[in-house]
């Protein structure tokens, strides 16, 4: 980025499983901006006994910090997503992510490299999917109504995040100039 680039402060929202992964990467690839993610940033705070912005009060106190330009919200069924996130299984040691709906093991429940078994991850049994995406409804609701009233809010709804991008993309274009223009706009 140049000296005379604006900085643009941008927070995506959405439910555990949203895409919000997938949708910064693509940004990060054709806007040359820099993602910095919640659920990281969460997971070394959680360490560090600290906490992150997921409440109106920490909504608050993010922008008496930094005034944020743009909130993207990602709206995805929760029942897509909990579909999504249950058919999730991973290779614990490599991190090697498996999706029994779309991107399925050659045999199921084991490793295609490695040959070790697959885990689900807590967070992805069904009974702690309706929990997390009832709790992420309730804690973020305020917040989205907050950024609403800011005029910061964009929402885009859908429940693939390939028919989801190239409509953040568009819209994204209207505030920050593209920097790789050879990077073709579909995944």
Do not use: C
């Amino acid at each position: 980025m140049g000296a005379s680039a604006r900085l643009l402060r941008a927070v995506i929202m959405g439910a555990p499983g949203s895409g919000k992964g997938t949708v910064s990467s693509r940004i990060t690839k054709h806007f040359e901006l820099k993602h910095l993610s919640s659920g990281d940033l969460l997971r070394d705070n959680m360490l560090r006994g600290t906490g992150f912005p997921r409440t109106l009060p920490q909504a608050e106190a993010l922008d008496r910090a930094y005034q944020i330009d743009l909130v993207i919200n990602l709206n995805v069924p929760f029942e897509v997503i909990k579909q999504r996130l249950t058919a999730r299984w991973i290779h614990p040691a490599s991190g090697r992510v498996y999706n029994i709906e779309f991107n399925p093991p050659k045999n199921v429940g084991i490793d295609d490299l490695t040959g070790e078994p697959l885990t689900q991850r807590e967070d992805d049994k069904p009974e702690t999917v309706v929990k997390r995406l009832k709790a992420y409804e309730a804690q973020t609701q305020p917040v989205l109504e907050y950024y609403q009233k800011k005029g910061v809010l964009e929402t885009f709804s859908g429940t693939e995040t390939n028919k989801i991008w190239p409509h953040v993309y568009a819209f994204l274009q209207t505030k920050v100039p593209q920097v790789n223009q050879k990077a073709p706009v579909t995944p």
